[in-house]
């Protein structure tokens, strides 16, 4: 399938029959006559297929509301990733502090270092701005994320508005993320506070 919706090095998205429920941000970047070109491949998981002509399929009613945002959640792993990685000597104190307020429940899932869970906290947040912008139900997308631990991603969320309404010509993601430190500290003792029932005072807004 050609997308040309997010971004013109976005080739195809890949379907992963062997894969199951699991998906994947994938992107390559290969010398090509003295260039580097880049590649992204997201590979969406198929887990049940049509009975009729066996080709994958997604639960019924869930095509828009699920595999668009699930598209754009391993399109975002290809740059945020290495964003975070950038930024790391800012990220790393509260993204450590905010794993250890969930760290059985993030390694469940596979989220296993405070790292890990900085790249699924900014790609969660930048697919909540996505589905915000595109009109659809921003605040039940909010709550399927602190239901599945990540509490923090709403406030997360609600910061990237400030790099939105940057000029597109000049804003710098990489360079955006390290102010998001200061938001993940606020939120690791926010969210502490309400674990040991403290109220914490806002320092400002998000």
């Known amino acids: 399938a050609k997308i040309d919706l997010y971004d013109p090095t976005l080739d195809?998205?890949?379907?992963?029959?062997?894969c199951g429920p699991h998906s994947y941000g994938v992107g390559s970047r290969l010398p090509v006559a003295g260039t580097m070109v880049e590649e992204i491949t997201p590979v969406i998981g198929c887990w049940q297929w049509d009975s009729a002509q066996g080709l994958p399929t997604w639960p019924r009613g869930t095509e828009a509301g699920v595999v668009e945002p699930l598209i754009v959640h391993e399109l975002c792993h290809s740059y945020?990733?290495?964003?975070?990685?950038?930024?790391?000597?800012?990220?790393e104190a509260p993204s450590a502090a905010l794993f250890a307020l969930e760290e059985a429940r993030m390694r469940r899932q596979a989220y296993t270092t405070a790292r890990i869970v900085c790249y699924e906290t900014i790609v969660r947040a930048c697919v909540v701005r996505f589905i915000r912008n595109r009109g659809s139900d921003e605040k039940r997308m909010k709550a399927d994320e602190?239901?599945?631990?990540?509490r923090w991603v709403p406030a997360v969320a609600d910061a990237l508005a400030e790099f939105e309404s940057m000029d597109a010509s000049t804003r710098d993601f990489g360079a955006f993320l390290k102010s998001l430190a200061p938001v993940l500290a606020r939120e690791a003792e926010r969210q502490l506070g309400l674990a040991l029932g403290i109220g914490v005072?806002?320092?400002g807004p998000l």
Do not use: I, T, Y
């Open 12 to 18: 195809e998205v890949r379907l992963g029959l062997l």
């Open 80 to 91: 945020v990733n290495a964003a975070v990685d950038r930024a790391w000597s800012d990220l």
């Open 146 to 150: 602190v239901r599945q631990g990540f």
């Open 201 to 203: 005072v806002e320092s």
